[in-house]
């Protein structure tokens, strides 16, 4: 029989604060640190934590999975290449061929599935926090340089933390974030911009041009159209997937 729930609302507090912090102070040294939990992000960090390295991943916002869950001009379906469709697999993600190279999948359950997976394979997730510079030492990006996204939001005059790791992966999208910044402050990395669309030299552009940019920094997705001065692709979704896959291996290789 039912006899009532036993839960005390200063133990599930402790529980919070502890699970949480162990997480974070686990952190803080990394092999790899993503940042942008976008498609790109979320595939590189599986593949890596699969790979065996200690995998941080920021996000500034609320929600993971970056621009997947709007699909196109929020039809919440992503398109997707045949040479994307391992990855799908990979994920456990279902598809519909939609003619001979173009696979339909869902948006929600993408997003859901790419999460799914790097959590499982033991990616240390921090959403809400913004990265808002690096650590450089010696001419090479050793870690990050975050705070809470809502202390930017507000203009908080508050000082961020740091968390060191031997390679950064800027999965940022379009903003090219982490990118940029090291391309202000050491004037060694340029910024080329993205251009129009052109949905097929964009998608394979986007995967030959996944690579390390500054010594310590990958970057992967959307930023390296911003970064190489790609087109842009659209909403098609294969070259994000395979993009982050190319970091992952990238990343990995170097490492170890
Ligand atoms: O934009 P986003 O989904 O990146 P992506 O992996 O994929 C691009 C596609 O979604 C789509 C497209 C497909 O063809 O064109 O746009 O390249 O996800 C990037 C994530 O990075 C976060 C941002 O909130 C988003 O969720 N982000 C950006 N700057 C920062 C950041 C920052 N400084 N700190 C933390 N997170």
């Not at 200690?54 to 992503?78: A, C, D, P, T, Y």
């Not at 090479?140 to 996204?149: F, Q, R, S």
């Not at 005059?157 to 202000?184: Q, Y």
Request: hydrophobic residues 45%; glycine residues 10%.
């Amino acid at each position: 029989m039912f006899d009532g729930m036993k839960v005390e609302e200063t133990t599930i507090t402790k529980a919070i604060i502890d699970e949480f912090f162990e997480k974070l102070k686990s952190a803080v040294e990394s092999d790899v640190c993503i940042v942008g939990a976008g498609p790109s992000g979320l595939v590189a960090a599986r593949y890596l934590a699969e790979d065996g390295l200690s995998v941080s991943l920021f996000e500034r916002k609320l929600s993971i999975g970056g621009g997947i869950w709007g699909g196109g001009m929020m039809f919440n379906k992503v398109v997707v290449q045949k040479e994307a469709t391992q990855i799908l697999d990979e994920a456990g993600v279902s598809y519909e061929q939609y003619d001979s190279n173009h696979y339909v999948c869902d948006a929600i359950e993408l997003s859901s599935a790419l999460t799914y997976r790097a959590v499982k394979a033991g990616v240390k997730f921090f959403n809400l926090v913004n990265v808002e510079d690096v650590i450089i030492k010696e001419r090479k990006v050793c870690g990050l340089v975050v705070n809470w996204y809502p202390v930017e939001m507000c203009g908080l005059s508050v000082d961020p933390l740091a968390f060191s790791c031997r390679a950064v992966i800027d999965a940022t999208g379009h903003d090219a974030s982490v990118c940029s910044i090291v391309a202000k402050k050491t004037g060694k990395l340029t910024i080329r911009g993205e251009k129009s669309m052109w949905a097929e030299k964009a998608e394979e552009a986007v995967v030959k041009h996944t690579s390390e940019v500054y010594p310590g920094l990958f970057v992967t997705g959307m930023s390296v159209a911003a970064v190489y001065g790609l087109p842009r692709m659209g909403p098609i979704f294969g070259g994000m997937l395979l993009s982050g896959r190319k970091v992952a291996e990238l990343v990995s290789s170097n490492i170890f």
